[in-house]
Every structure is written in structure tokens, then in C-alpha cells.
């Protein structure tokens, strides 16, 4: 296993699969600048083909509570400069996070609040701990959402859900997340990053080019035209159709080889 420590942050790549955490448990994983740059660094470790999928999760018993108040009191004075500089980083991360071409599973260990929700959101799957809670809390300091909280949430659960969510600010369980689409399973405590890592290493050993096209499809799909959907489906099937993985994957299916061992490329 190889273990990369940064201030705020802990990255751990085990084989074809990296657990990355949020590492600020005395100060329930509150988001800083400090902890964009290094999480822009480890996005660029987490790029490397050799990983084929991620776990997002945090230390201790939050998952993160959001922008770090603390911070936002002691520059309130020039809380303009604050945030542009804040989302530059931020949004560039939530941006990279999306892009990254395999699958990234969120596991959820507790209050998921503000940008901690929008990092929640920017995951392909979601698994929360029965312990867990979602808030879009930033209109509870009187502030609009960022890192694309409206933007997921408004195409998991509709623009009148999401109004009610972003504009009461209100907190939801794990169970209720479910009720609403927004995750794709609750688990106790002590199972969480189990199943997570299961289901990373079930994405690592699959078809990773495959898997990062239908990434790309499934996010274009709300913006596009159907037309348009058409086309990106067909260049995405014509440009996977050289990969390894298929003539390994379609040998395996006429031949009846079994479970095919796919290596990502």
C-alpha cells in the first residue's frame, strides 16, 4: 500500500483503488484554501491510469461540515476576496473530480453539510453511514450555495425538492438521502468503508475505459439534445470498441470464459 500524507488530507492507493480523506477531524473536516491545494495534488495522483477507482471519505465523525467558519469569521471583513479566491480552488477540484475518467464512491461517516454536501454530490456513488446527514446549510449563514451543490442536486431530485432543500437549509438523514435519490445506500457505522472498498474493487478489476465513457455520457446527458446524445454515444461506442478490454470482455462472453479479466485498458 502506498500512503501519501499531506496536512489536511490522507491518500492511500492500495493496488488498483485509492481511499482519499478528509483529515481535519478536530475541526470536523472543515474545507480551507490550505486543503484545496492539496487536494488539486492529490487529484493529480489520483489521474495516474495505475488507479482505476477512488473512495472519498472522511477522518473521524464527520464527513465535512462545509467551509471552515472559523476562517470565514476572521476574514469577514474582506469576505469578498475571501470567496474568490475559496471557489477558485474549489470549483477547479469539484470540476477535476468530475472529470476523473473512473468511478468515485463517496462513503459518507457522518454530517455532510455545505460543500461537504457538494463534495458528496460531485461522487458517482454515494454510501452513507446510518450516522450520516445532508444539509445545504450555507443559507443558514446567509449564503448561496457553491462547488455545484444546485447543479447536482437540482438533477437528483428536481428544481421544487432542491429549492426546498438549498432555500430551508434544512438537514436530512441517510435514510431520508435514500428516500430522495440522492444516495445509493445506507450501511451501519462499522460496515461503511467495507462496502465502499468492495465496491472500488469491484470498479478496479472492471472495464475502466468503459466505465469512464459512461461517466461522461450519463453527465452530458441532461444538457444535450437527443440528437446530440446520439452522436456522443456513437463516438464513444466506435472509440471503445479498440480497447483491450472489449475484444478480452467479448471473447469471454462467446467463448463462455466466465467473470472476463478486464485491465483497464
Known sequence: MKTLSFKTLTLEVDKQYAVLKFNRPDFRNAYTDEMGLELLDALHELASPAVRSVVLTGAGNDFSIGFDP????EHL???????????GYLHQIIAELRRLPKP????????AAGTGFSFALACDFILASETASFSSSYINVGLSPDGGLSYFLTRLVGPQKCAELVMTGKTISARKALELGIISGVVPPDKLMEEAQSLAVYFANGPTLALGRAKRLIDTALSHSL????EEERQSIIEISTSNDFKEGLNAYVNKKGKPNFGGR
Open 104 to 111: 468515485v464512491i463517496g462513503a459518507i461517516n457522518g454530517p
Open 70 to 73: 472559523l476562517v470565514m469569521k
Open 77 to 87: 471583513g474582506e469576505a469578498p476576496m475571501l470567496f474568490r479566491k475559496a471557489t
Open 227 to 230: 440528437e446530440e446524445q446520439l
